[in-house]
């Protein structure tokens, strides 16, 4: 605990993570509302609708709704920036469960798209996604101002692209014929889900037009959260059952992949993303008590058993 | 031939087809290149290249680049939105090529994505040139103002997803297993073709800020040569060989699905396509002589071979 800790509780925290992720369920569903139920076509909606409709931390909306608070913007400002953003990590989940990639069979406990459906309509459903998020982010309920539309575009699709998700997955995709370097095991992470959650967390400055200075807190705490997030992860995949996770445990260690525990060591590891927390806390402590939501999300990302 | 046809010759047309297909040829050639040729991910943006760089006819950037010359818009003023569509046309080529859809083995006469690579590799090739396209859409290379540029991403998503592309292919695989109504054929095309090379001619307007009026002009030439386009494809399909087309022929009627010939009958779709074909040259005779490149494209989309 730093002295600079907001007064914000431990239940506020959990009551506003509550919100955000009931009030991100019901915009994914109304961004995703079929508007010809009639047509047989439709099964690519539906199965967008099981694709982004299924649950989840929705992470990723509170870091961009967390991060817009410190300028003081409600959650009704941002939260169709959030949404999207959620739609895009929702199309990354689709494909990468697809049998040619990861070949998973459950996701939050539930089969996956490809197992509901099948393979194509897992492709397409996810290419509905990626390309639903943009579409959405060009509205302007997102902003006023098409500029900041723009912007949020531009750093979204930097985030996803070959140098973000698609670049990471193409790593991951590799390490199951080579091994991978420590060195990439890294870079794997810090593109293929690194680059998203940091993005999350510069859209809340970005809708709120913050300045070079104040947007640069907000990447160091993204990017510290995003290393710990992952890091955590690794460690629940080594540690937990499939029950909790509601997805098969130990996946990495049997596929024999390196993972950021053999990178870092196994309490290096655990040290590490403690620390990482510590240091994103304090990138947002110039924001005061507006920072209360994000300093509890960033030990949220450290403590989560699931 | 029309009265009011310009006086635009073949010769010159031929000429500025080439001249757009080698410039965005070029194009995509700028916005894939690869940033860190050391690092084995790269495999992604490789099959990116791979995926956008196979030549082709260039039509889509032909109808934006002709579009915005009907309101004095020179080439390199459109040639970057030209080169996003043209990006996002390769996307759906690599998806719909991928074993889960139409396995196709061959494009342009070329081994394609998943051959060359493989599976996952293609569908992240895929996903990152949808990303892409969106990606630059939102930089200041293709309009100086952002709400031209939100405009052109919002028409651009709505023409790739659900209600477009993403439908008709959903459609294209349902007919895979159950055959599809005459309605649903004809919603297929104008899905999965139509919608992109509609949006294709309005980019155009869109560029230059045309007026509702003009932009009207614009969809229904391009309404028009998107489904004369399909007509000739099934034309084509059907009565050429692999070898000119570039790929394998007669796949349709081997599949047993319906096609537009189906629906209209042999001889009713080869006037169905002049007719649609001349009334494109009609909505857009109020340009003049500035009309000259996109009348000579209706008769091109009619007359090609390939």
Same mark, same amino acid.
């Given at each position: 605990?730093?002295?600079?800790?907001?007064?914000?509780?431990?239940?506020?925290?959990?009551?506003?993570?509550?919100?955000?992720?009931?009030?991100?369920?019901?915009?994914?569903?109304?961004?995703?509302?079929?508007?010809?139920?009639?047509?047989?076509?439709?099964?690519?909606?539906?199965?967008?609708?099981?694709?982004? !409709? #299924?649950?989840?931390?929705?992470?990723?909306?509170?870091?961009?709704?967390?991060? #817009?608070?410190?300028?003081?913007?409600?959650?009704?400002? @941002?939260?169709?920036?959030?949404?999207?953003?959620?739609?895009?990590?929702?199309?990354?989940?689709?494909?990468?469960?697809?049998?040619?990639?990861?070949?998973?069979?459950?996701?939050?406990?539930?089969?996956?798209?490809?197992?509901?459906?099948?393979?194509?309509?897992?492709?397409?459903?996810?290419? *509905?996604?990626?390309?639903?998020?943009?579409?959405?982010? $060009?509205?302007?309920? @997102?902003?006023?101002?098409?500029?900041?539309?723009?912007? !949020?575009?531009?750093?979204?699709?930097?985030?996803?692209?070959?140098?973000?998700?698609?670049?990471?997955?193409?790593?991951?995709?590799?390490?199951?014929?080579?091994?991978?370097?420590?060195?990439?095991?890294?870079?794997?992470?810090?593109?293929?889900?690194?680059?998203?959650? #940091?993005?999350?967390?510069? $859209?809340?400055?970005?809708?709120?037009?913050?300045?070079?200075?104040?947007?640069?807190?907000?990447?160091?705490? *993204?990017?510290?959260?995003?290393?710990?997030?992952?890091?955590?992860?690794?460690?629940?995949?080594?540690?937990?059952? $499939?029950?909790?996770?509601?997805?098969?445990?130990?996946?990495?260690? @049997?596929?024999?992949?390196?993972?950021?525990?053999?990178?870092?060591?196994?309490?290096?590891?655990?040290?590490? $993303?403690?620390?990482?927390?510590?240091?994103?806390?304090?990138?947002?402590?110039? #924001? *005061?008590?507006?920072?209360?939501?994000?300093?509890?999300?960033?030990?949220?990302?450290?403590?989560?058993?699931?």
């Amino acid at each position: 605990m730093t002295s600079s800790r907001p007064n914000y509780s431990a239940s506020d925290f959990q009551d506003e993570l509550a919100l955000i992720a009931s009030s991100i369920e019901e915009s994914l569903g109304n961004m995703l509302a079929c508007q010809n139920p009639g047509e047989r076509e439709n099964q690519a909606m539906e199965a967008m609708r099981l694709g982004a !409709l #299924a649950g989840g931390k929705r992470l990723r909306p509170a870091l961009t709704i967390g991060s #817009a608070k410190l300028f003081g913007l409600e959650l009704s400002q @941002v939260l169709p920036t959030a949404s999207a953003i959620e739609m895009l990590h929702s199309y990354s989940l689709v494909h990468d469960d697809l049998p040619a990639m990861d070949d998973s069979p459950l996701r939050r406990g539930k089969p996956t798209v490809h197992v509901v459906y099948d393979e194509a309509t897992a492709v397409l459903a996810g290419d *509905g996604l990626l390309t639903k998020a943009f579409e959405f982010l $060009a509205g302007e309920n @997102v902003h006023p101002d098409p500029l900041v539309r723009c912007r !949020l575009i531009a750093g979204l699709a930097r985030a996803a692209g070959e140098a973000g998700m698609v670049g990471g997955q193409m790593l991951d995709m590799i390490a199951e014929q080579t091994p991978l370097t420590e060195e990439e095991v890294i870079r794997l992470q810090q593109k293929k889900t690194g680059a998203l959650i #940091a993005f999350s967390c510069e $859209a809340g400055g970005i809708c709120a037009e913050a300045h070079d200075k104040e947007m640069a807190t907000l990447s160091l705490y *993204g990017r510290n959260i995003g290393l710990a997030f992952q890091i955590v992860d690794d460690l629940l995949d080594l540690e937990s059952s $499939a029950e909790t996770l509601g997805k098969p445990a130990g996946r990495d260690k @049997v596929a024999g992949k390196l993972t950021l525990i053999d990178a870092y060591g196994l309490d290096e590891a655990r040290a590490k $993303a403690q620390m990482l927390v510590n240091e994103a806390q304090d990138a947002i402590t110039w #924001a *005061g008590e507006k920072a209360g939501f994000l300093h509890r999300l960033a030990e949220f990302v450290l403590h989560r058993s699931y």
